[in-house]
């Protein structure tokens, strides 16, 4: 009993050394004199107010320029409809298979030895390292009319380019490194310990898969897919190549609100940025509930 007790006595004077130290160690970073640390502060803050908070009021003050009633009337034109419901569908698409590629290759990744896990890596980030209209421009040159694919697409009159295909294959290339590059970290820094144990006690693959890493992963899954719909429903360049602008059909919110500036439409061109605005700021709430979600599993992990 004895013992018990100075061991654990032993213990708290440890932690409380411990926390000394971290505590010590924070104020090191504090060595800049109080006015360098206002100065950046508020550079920092400027910088964020110039080109983040004042160009979305910009865009909410002039989408709402003529009223409420402008601005509704605006976004319900059949035009915008199209261009809401095209996003949403292709958003859609381009998720779904970048959710299950995501789940593939950070299992792959994370839990295998293999040859070629680097170039698989290197593959995953090559669309961060790629122009979008490049990107858009490959689709182009292999399902155009005089593409690698074109006669055998129009002998069989398949419909890629400047469709729904076509788009939703362009918007899931810009977006396919996102679901995986949440979950490869998060996975490689849980180990195999748990799948080894599931197997070892008879469970298949696939058992191991749903009842033991999917649900120790479930928030980084949701982070991944998070961010892969906001760039999903924001992506410009590389649809903006494969589209063919066709108004009422292949546009896109982000291609529509271009081309009603252009036609000086302003209030509906405002409006439709507005929308894809209000879905930013929703994305960045929810970013921020789920880095909470994904910072709490890791210091439990860790405890």
Known sequence: MTMQI???????????????????????LRTEPRAVRIIIITLALLFLTVFVVLPLVVVFAQAFSRGILAYFAALAEP???????????????????????????????AKFEFPGKTFLITLIDLPFSVSPVISGLV???????????GSW?????????????????????????????????????????EEEAAISLGASGLQ?????????????????VLLCNARAMGEFGAVSVVSGHIRGETNTMPLLVEILYNEYQFVAAFAIASLLAMLALITLIAKTVLERQLDEGQDASDH
């Open 6 to 28: 100075a061991d654990s006595v032993s213990l708290s004077a440890s932690d409380s050394k411990a926390r000394a130290h971290a505590a010590a160690a924070r104020n090191n």
């Open 79 to 109: 035009e915008a409809m199209a261009a809401i419901k095209l996003t949403l569908i292709v958003a859609a698409i381009s998720v779904g298979l970048n959710l299950v590629f995501g789940l593939v290759a950070a299992w792959a990744i």
């Open 139 to 149: 689709f182009v040159l292999l399902f155009g009319a005089q593409g690698y694919f």
């Open 153 to 193: 697409l129009r002998e069989h009159d398949i419909q890629i380019l400047f469709a729904v295909p076509g788009i939703a294959l362009a918007t899931t290339f810009v977006t396919f490194p996102f679901v995986a590059r949440a979950l490869i970290p998060l996975m490689q820094e849980q180990g195999t310990q």
């Open 208 to 224: 191991t898969f749903f009842r033991v890493t999917l649900p120790n992963i479930k928030w980084g899954v949701l982070y991944g």
